[in-house]
């Protein structure tokens, strides 16, 4: 079976556009590890600084839903059904998307 170059090409802008994006979600993790280690328990300056930890989950899980499908296209040669089998982990995602928002 030859695999086609095309979704190990994609891979290269998927890489690229995941790390831009989550720059500043990397930010907010080095201010979060600072607040934890320089701020009071309950002061407001460190509630403040531990929320936002959803936004990190929610980069992670459309890299990953967009990486799937790349590996699924690239596994099976087949973009149409690599694109449908994607609807069922997309409905995963959104259940964990909710209750990831709801706790946070």
Known sequence: ???????ILLCL????????IGMPMVKKLVQIREA????KRNSTSYIMGIAGWSVIAFWLM?????ATILGDWAATDDAAGAVDR???R???????????????
């Open 13 to 20: 802008p998927l890489v690229v556009i995941s790390a831009l």
């Open 1 to 7: 079976m030859v695999v086609s170059p095309l979704p």
């Open 90 to 104: 997309l409905w995963v995602l959104l259940q964990i998307a909710a209750e990831v928002a709801a706790n946070d």
């Open 36 to 39: 934890r280690h320089e701020l």
């Open 86 to 88: 994607s609807f069922t």
């Open 62 to 66: 459309a890299t990953w839903f967009f």
